[in-house]
């Protein structure tokens, strides 16, 4: 995503900010200046797009007839609105054209940067620093966020190898602080988050989808373990469930490895008994993790089945994946740690 800044009304600009262009009605020496004539934007004397003030439902469809005939489409607006933003991010892709939404204030940069969750090309700003810098926040995050297909630990091709693990010991775990993990989002059956005690061997463990006769279903809920726990975040990364916030993204994984993004609206904490259950990885290293003991906490089969922990036994085997190397900060490194 690039940021603009609005020089039309004036060229005096802060200098502690690199602009990747400048809009301005003439050229400003030693930028890139997108030149304003009329309606249109030129670079080196070449209509490069359309300025179209958004009013109406009339003047949204202006802008949509141009997507594909022009590189950009600015978009100024007389009350800001999101929707048509939505709608013309929605219009332009697979298309050669982009979007540049110009702000008024350092909510909406948000809002431009992550609409539909892709968000606009470019954010055009005028010459007030705090929108600056919201601006150059949002642009970091996106930047981060498009990057995550590069730096991911996991395939780009959004599935997992999902393994079988047997279940080697059962023990009493005490009690400690167990997590629950509920998500902006609604679990489909057989789905659940990864976690476990050793960054290389994690298990699914299955969402609150099901009826019980005792407690409501809460499709949106994972009960994770306790704080020490890693769980397999969205970027390919490991977090501790003790490190997680609100909005946090975490990776949503089905029995044959489909995944998702998701994020977490909120972390509920509360003293519980657990169950420390213990398999060795397909590696042969030996891997545990510790969930509560009660029966709405389930887990997936090899055969696709659903199992509470509280039936497990020696000998099942459950669906989980493995990771070669070891975690630093959940980033992978070659150097060996042991974790027992």
Same mark, same amino acid.
């Given at each position: 995503?690039?940021?603009?800044?609005?020089?039309?009304?004036?060229?005096?600009?802060?200098?502690?900010?690199?602009?990747?262009?400048?809009?301005?009605?003439?050229?400003?020496?030693?930028?890139?200046?997108?030149?304003?004539?009329?309606?249109?934007?030129?670079?080196?004397?070449?209509?490069?797009?359309?300025?179209?003030? #958004?009013?109406?439902?009339?003047?949204?469809?202006?802008? /949509?007839?141009?997507?594909?005939?022009?590189?950009?489409?600015? =978009?100024?607006?007389?009350?800001?609105?999101?929707?048509?933003?939505?709608?013309?991010?929605?219009?332009?892709?697979?298309?050669?054209?982009?979007?540049?939404?110009?702000?008024?204030?350092?909510?909406?940069?948000?809002?431009?940067?992550?609409? =539909?969750?892709?968000?606009?090309?470019?954010?055009?700003?005028?010459?007030?620093?705090?929108?600056?810098?919201?601006?150059?926040?949002?642009?970091?995050?996106?930047?981060?966020?498009?990057?995550?297909?590069?730096?991911?630990?996991?395939?780009?091709?959004?599935?997992?190898?999902?393994?079988?693990?047997?279940?080697?010991?059962?023990?009493?775990?005490?009690?400690?602080? /167990?997590?629950?993990?509920?998500?902006?989002?609604?679990?489909?059956?057989?789905?659940?988050?990864? #976690?476990?005690?050793?960054?290389?061997?994690?298990?699914?463990?299955?969402?609150?989808?099901?009826?019980?006769?005792?407690?409501?279903?809460?499709?949106?809920?994972?009960?994770?373990?306790?704080?020490?726990?890693?769980?397999?975040?969205?970027?390919?990364?490991?977090?501790?469930?003790?490190?997680?916030?609100?909005?946090?993204?975490?990776?949503?994984?089905?029995?044959?490895?489909?995944?998702?993004?998701?994020?977490?609206?909120?972390?509920?904490?509360?003293? /519980?008994?657990?169950?420390?259950?213990?398999?060795?990885?397909?590696?042969?290293?030996?891997?545990?993790?510790?969930?509560?003991?009660?029966?709405?906490?389930?887990?997936?089969?090899?055969?696709?089945?659903?199992?509470?922990?509280?039936?497990?036994?020696?000998?099942?085997?459950?669906?989980?994946?493995?990771?070669?190397?070891?975690?630093?900060?959940?980033?992978? #490194?070659?150097?060996?740690? #042991?974790? /027992?």
């Amino acid at each position: 995503m690039e940021l603009w800044l609005d020089c039309r009304e004036s060229n005096k600009f802060i200098n502690d900010y690199d602009f990747d262009k400048y809009l301005s009605h003439e050229q400003i020496i030693g930028k890139e200046t997108l030149i304003c004539k009329n309606n249109s934007i030129q670079l080196n004397q070449e209509v490069m797009g359309s300025i179209i003030k #958004i009013t109406d439902d009339s003047s949204q469809d202006d802008a /949509r007839k141009m997507v594909g005939l022009v590189n950009w489409i600015v =978009l100024e607006f007389e009350n800001w609105s999101m929707i048509p933003i939505e709608n013309l991010i929605a219009a332009s892709q697979n298309t050669p054209t982009k979007i540049a939404a110009k702000i008024r204030s350092e909510n909406e940069a948000q809002g431009a940067g992550f609409a =539909l969750e892709t968000g606009v090309d470019a954010i055009i700003v005028g010459n007030e620093k705090s929108i600056i810098e919201a601006a150059l926040i949002t642009k970091y995050q996106r930047t981060e966020k498009e990057d995550y297909s590069e730096q991911s630990d996991i395939p780009k091709s959004d599935s997992l190898d999902i393994v079988s693990h047997r279940i080697i010991s059962i023990e009493d775990g005490g009690v400690g602080e /167990r997590y629950c993990i509920d998500l902006t989002t609604l679990l489909d059956h057989g789905e659940g988050l990864l #976690i476990g005690s050793s960054a290389s061997s994690l298990v699914i463990v299955h969402g609150e989808t099901l009826e019980s006769d005792y407690v409501p279903p809460r499709p949106f809920r994972v009960n994770a373990g306790p704080p020490h726990s890693y769980v397999l975040m969205a970027n390919g990364k490991t977090k501790y469930l003790s490190e997680l916030k609100s909005n946090d993204s975490v990776l949503v994984c089905d029995k044959f490895g489909n995944t998702r993004s998701a994020q977490i609206g909120r972390l509920k904490i509360e003293k /519980r008994p657990f169950l420390h259950i213990y398999w060795n990885n397909i590696f042969d290293k030996p891997s545990s993790m510790f969930l509560q003991q009660a029966e709405t906490v389930r887990l997936i089969k090899s055969d696709g089945g659903l199992i509470s922990i509280t039936s497990l036994k020696q000998g099942d085997t459950i669906l989980g994946w493995n990771d070669l190397g070891s975690r630093h900060i959940g980033q992978k #490194i070659n150097s060996q740690v #042991i974790e /027992r």
